[in-house]
């Protein structure tokens, strides 16, 4: 279980001697202002976790006045069993036969308990809170799945489900009979499609609902959508003993704690694509197309996303991809056209299952990448070798098999926050301040920066570094920047940020020479798997000749014009765009949760050796955090700082965001001027001449 009180200080203290008192146990410090006690964690902000414990809860409420502001169980709650049938006492029209009579206590505003459909299978029970037409706390709970018109009189009673701004609505508390399945639901859920879900696993018979769990098990199914359309297709999965005896190995199904999990493959779905588009309205969806298709399906989805269409706002791209075959998916080219991807479908479609082996094995052989030569590898071997008129453009897919309207796959990743028109070197430096501790990688991606040799780059930060590439790098399969970005693992502490350089200041030297001066462009937090798809999918393949890669000039130019059309969807974007503070608080959150520190607005947590510097080279202060306290710093007080430890706690303010900045513009050049002092040493060493 998880349960918050949200609360610190005395109260923390408060809280902890209660648990101590109720389960006779001692309190065990764990670290800085958290506990353990009798095997359970609390941690500084009150969060209380480990196996279920009802009785706990209550008492604390009962009898210490420690109120949860949420609470979350593992498992349902057993309830007690019902009386005996000789006790029940019968009133005359029940015991002539005429119908059931209730006698449910009534709720404050006249809901009763009976009014939720008795069902001897619930998933779901949540208790809500809610403020009522007297502006009065009330709680209700429902137990899913329930009949639609008991969600409806919930939502009258909470005055619209929260549309009134003055009235509160929210769970309280929430428990399931599938476990961890509320891990992979989203934050605000509709309780309509929570209804739903509730009755496609009611249905489920046990051995299913062993394998719906084993599935959820995977973390490969987040959000409603996905949870729904598992319970609907676990007839597509089934569990295989994980023992020395099974011949299921981890390339054929997902290890669970319940065994393997192995998907039965559909052999009339060669690919599975989702594409997120807008309707006429503006509203995004996700629309799933299977290949092959027949032409009228093929039509009719180009029309609902909007192909075709004069209306320049509505918006295409593919989400995701699935391929019956792994080994066929890696061979796929980019910015495939949507008829040669459903006459691919077609031809693999008549293969037989030998065949289709030898269509996956012939590609890794010849290395096939282009569309033309996987569609003709796929005619000749279904037939049988006889040969079929080689495929060469569009013009030779039949009439019947051709949509009406021809577009390639849109994968362009959205803007999350962009930073417009700044100073690209010092931001830089200041993303590598409150990621982390990251210094000692900015002065070689400054050097790379202030390099020019592109004008598309991207910064990828996690656990490994802080790694600096020009994008087009990181499109060229097989390459050390391309194999990085591929095999980041996202997660709070990775960031990935693309920057485009839109201009270059010049100004006049001593002698009255132009000199280069700052460069000028964008800097945009990108989502990791957004990215990481559009490399897949636009990611250029080298041949390799004499034992060295080899790409084609054409291979260059096509990347470039990616990368510049990913720049101008960044700049048409709808993402709001923000002020340098805005945006490096944005992504100090992932720091903040790796040192263990609740995110405040106006504040930006950096590590011990950036306060030093900043303390060093500017006349900004910085706060020293101890004990929920802060006490200002400024230059006077280097000594001081340079005496604090790896876990002293320093943050800047909004209001003296001028110093981080001045010390950002200061630093970058010197990191970049000594980073090209070294590297000219080092080529000086290996020439062999004299220092």
Aim: net charge negative; aromatic share 8%; with cysteine.
């Amino acid at each position: 279980m998880k349960v918050n009180y949200n609360v610190s200080g005395a109260e923390l203290d408060s809280l902890v001697a209660a648990i101590s008192e109720e389960l006779n146990a001692p309190i065990n410090h764990i670290g800085k202002k958290s506990y353990e006690v009798g095997g359970y964690n609390i941690d500084k902000s009150g969060m209380v976790t480990g196996v279920d414990n009802w009785e706990l809860i209550a008492d604390l409420s009962g009898l210490h006045s420690f109120k949860a502001i949420s609470v979350k169980y593992d498992t349902l709650q057993e309830t007690e069993e019902p009386p005996p049938f000789e006790s029940l006492r019968l009133s005359e029209r029940e015991e002539l036969g005429l119908g059931r009579e209730r006698h449910d206590h009534p709720g404050e505003d006249g809901m009763l308990a009976s009014d939720v459909p008795e069902s001897a299978d619930v998933i779901f029970r949540e208790n809500y809170v809610y403020t009522n037409a007297d502006g009065n706390r009330a709680t209700e709970t429902i137990e899913y799945p329930t009949g639609a018109e008991n969600i409806s009189k919930l939502m009258a009673l909470a005055g619209g489900g929260g549309n009134d701004k003055n009235r509160v609505f929210y769970a309280e508390t929430w428990e399931s009979a599938i476990p961890r399945i509320y891990d992979f639901l989203p934050e605000n859920y509709n309780l309509d499609e929570l209804n739903h879900l509730a009755r496609q696993i009611q249905s489920l018979n046990d051995n299913e609902r062993k394998v719906y769990t084993a599935a959820i098990e995977t973390k490969r199914y987040w959000g409603m959508d996905k949870l729904i359309n598992l319970a609907a297709n676990i007839v597509n999965f089934h569990l295989e003993p994980a023992d020395k005896q099974s011949n299921v190995q981890d390339s054929d199904g997902i290890l669970t704690s319940k065994g393997y999990l192995v998907e039965q493959k559909n052999n009339d779905v060669i690919f599975s694509v989702t594409f997120a588009c807008t309707d006429a309205n503006g509203e995004w969806r996700d629309e799933t197309l299977d290949y092959p298709a027949p032409k009228e399906t093929l039509d009719k989805f180009l029309s609902d996303v909007g192909i075709g269409s004069d209306d320049k706002n509505r918006r295409f791209y593919c989400k995701a991809f699935d391929c019956y075959d792994p080994k066929v998916e890696r061979y796929l080219p980019g910015g495939t056209n949507f008829d040669e991807m459903n006459y691919l479908a077609a031809r693999i479609h008549e293969l037989s299952t030998e065949q289709r082996e030898l269509f996956s094995a012939a590609i890794e052989t010849a290395s096939c990448r282009r569309m033309d030569t996987l569609i003709n590898l796929a005619a000749n071997i279904a037939a049988n070798g006889e040969g079929k008129k080689p495929y060469r453009f569009l013009s030779d897919i039949p009439p019947e098999e051709r949509a009406t309207a021809h577009l390639d796959y849109l994968t362009l990743p959205d803007a999350i926050a962009p930073v417009i028109n700044v100073e690209l070197s010092p931001l830089l430096l200041q993303i590598h301040a409150v990621c982390g501790d990251y210094l000692a990688d900015a002065p070689a991606n400054l050097a790379t920066l202030e390099g020019m040799r592109t004008s598309e780059f991207l910064l990828l930060i996690d656990e490994r570094g802080a790694f600096f590439t020009g994008a087009a790098h990181a499109y060229r399969e097989a390459s050390p920047q391309h194999d990085h970005l591929m095999t980041a693992v996202d997660s709070s502490q990775t960031h990935l940020f693309s920057l485009h350089v839109t201009d270059i200041w010049t100004k006049s030297g001593e002698g009255g020479e132009p000199l280069r001066g700052p460069i000028i462009g964008d800097i945009v937090y990108e989502n990791l798997r957004d990215r990481q798809w559009d490399i897949k999918l636009n990611a250029v393949v080298p041949t390799i000749v004499d034992g060295q890669r080899h790409f084609e000039s054409s291979d260059y130019t096509s990347v470039r014009r990616h990368l510049e059309r990913v720049a101008e969807h960044h700049q048409n974007a709808d993402a709001e765009e923000r002020d340098p503070f805005e945006f490096l608080s944005v992504i100090n959150y992932g720091y903040m949760a790796q040192v263990e520190e609740n995110p405040s607005r106006g504040v930006i947590r950096i590590p011990n050796q950036v306060a030093k510097e900043i303390l060093a080279r500017s006349d900004g202060p910085i706060h020293l955090i101890a004990d929920e306290k802060t006490e200002t710093l400024t230059r006077q007080d280097i000594l001081r700082v340079l005496k604090f430890g790896k876990d002293d706690a320093f943050a800047i303010k909004a209001e003296d965001f001028h110093g981080f900045e001045k010390w950002a513009k200061r630093t970058a050049p010197e990191m970049v001027r000594q980073c090209l002092a070294v590297e000219r040493e080092e080529h000086k060493k290996a020439k062999g001449e004299e220092l």
